[in-house]
């Protein structure tokens, strides 16, 4: 039995995409600013995967960019924003970032940037109060992840961005994993710019978007970080991706119609999963009640999670540990740490993801699997 538990790693494309992209490889494989037939039927293909875009996150089209992904949407808005700038300013991201927004805001600390790093609580949660202390008259971006990849935790998006709004800062934020997870519409959410990645809801690895809310980013800016033929109005050079954009926008049509139905799907099998390991006292949950339906997040008491993960994969199930190895040596979770649990805690986390393929069965199987590694250390 093969079981699949690290959707938030990645997913796999589902078949309707598959078959969307080999038709748009066939027929549209012009390139979109060619002026002939050829380049009109793969702008077309563009322009619907715009709109299916935009329509998932009830946005203007025009302000959606696509880009190579989560990691370049991430760069483009924190970079985008700060090569405005002759000289340094400040800037405030969270402490439980992914890398892709926490590595652009170290690089650029290196070069005199100030960087806030607003701590967070035990679940994992950011404060608006923390957040409102933290502006200064030079902070020109602020830039909180939507959901955390490692905990789940899902963060008080309204309530950070009307504080940006209502200093006049745009406001970022990282929802590659949030997206078609949880409802999230721009219009009423005080969001200016908006990471997602395809290969999180079935559409294929190395295709996402930056959203941009026109009315606010034409006025603060954004400096493109590709510079060529000015594709994308010119935010981002580059001969897009056709048929990898198509997929998207199938992606996120069908993420948008089984947003209800699946995220209370998942809810259920994720709580069942809950209540069915409730009973290893060592086996202890991370990250917040509020969090994304198909999440679970723990740490063991003395197991490292690393090694949960390759006894599980020899049983056929997929998981993830929030440790890394780092020249040889394994790196506690960064997340965890920030979250106040100790170095032995933050070394041992493990992460479920649920996702479409996700059946009652799999649950079963996977915690018998789980107490049967455990009864073992
Ligand atoms: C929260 C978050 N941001 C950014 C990324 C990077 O996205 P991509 O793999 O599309 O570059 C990931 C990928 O795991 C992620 O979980």
Request: contains cysteine; charged residues 20%.
């Amino acid at each position: 039995m093969q079981i699949y538990l690290d959707h938030g790693a990645t997913s796999p494309a589902r078949p309707e995409v598959i078959e969307l992209m080999t038709e748009v490889m066939r027929s549209q494989w012009g390139n979109p600013s060619s002026l002939h037939a050829w380049g009109e039927r793969s702008t077309m293909a563009i322009e619907r995967a715009r709109l299916q875009v935009a329509s998932l996150l009830n946005a203007d089209p025009e302000g959606i960019i696509f880009t190579s992904g989560g990691t370049e949407s991430d760069n483009m808005a924190l970079m985008g924003i700060a090569r405005q700038y002759r000289t340094p300013q400040h800037m405030i991201i969270s402490s439980v970032e992914h890398s892709a927004v926490r590595l652009p805001a170290q690089y650029l600390e290196q070069h005199g940037w100030e960087i806030t790093r607003l701590s967070v609580d035990r679940d994992g949660k950011v404060s608006p109060q923390d957040l409102g202390r933290s502006l200064r008259p030079n902070t020109v971006l602020v830039s909180v992840i939507a959901a955390q990849n490692e905990v789940g935790t899902i963060q008080p998006i309204d309530k950070l961005g009307q504080i940006c709004r209502n200093a006049n800062v745009p406001f970022h934020t990282d929802a590659v994993q949030a997206i078609a997870k949880i409802d999230i519409n721009v219009q009423t959410l005080p969001i200016d710019l908006l990471s997602l990645s395809a290969h999180k809801f079935y559409g294929t690895q190395g295709i996402g978007a930056l959203y941009i809310n026109p009315l606010i980013i034409q006025k603060h800016g954004l400096v493109p970080l590709n510079l060529g033929g000015g594709q994308e109005r010119g935010y981002r050079s580059g001969t897009q991706a056709v048929a990898a954009i198509a997929g998207l926008g199938l992606a996120a049509e069908l993420a948008a119609k089984e947003l209800m139905s699946e995220s209370q799907r998942l809810t259920k099998l994720r709580d069942r999963l809950y209540a069915l390991l409730d009973d290893i006292p060592d086996l202890v949950p991370t990250g917040s009640s509020d969090r994304l339906p198909h999440h679970l997040s723990f740490y063991h008491k003395y197991l490292d999670g690393r090694r949960l993960v390759r006894e599980l994969n020899y049983a056929g199930i997929a998981i993830s540990s929030g440790s890394a190895c780092s020249s040889g040596a394994i790196e506690p979770s960064a997340i965890l740490l920030a979250m106040g649990y100790s170095d032995s805690e933050a070394r041992n986390s493990i992460r479920l993801t649920l996702g479409k393929s996700t059946t009652e069965a799999d649950i079963e199987w996977t915690a018998l699997a789980i107490h049967q590694i455990l009864s073992r250390v």
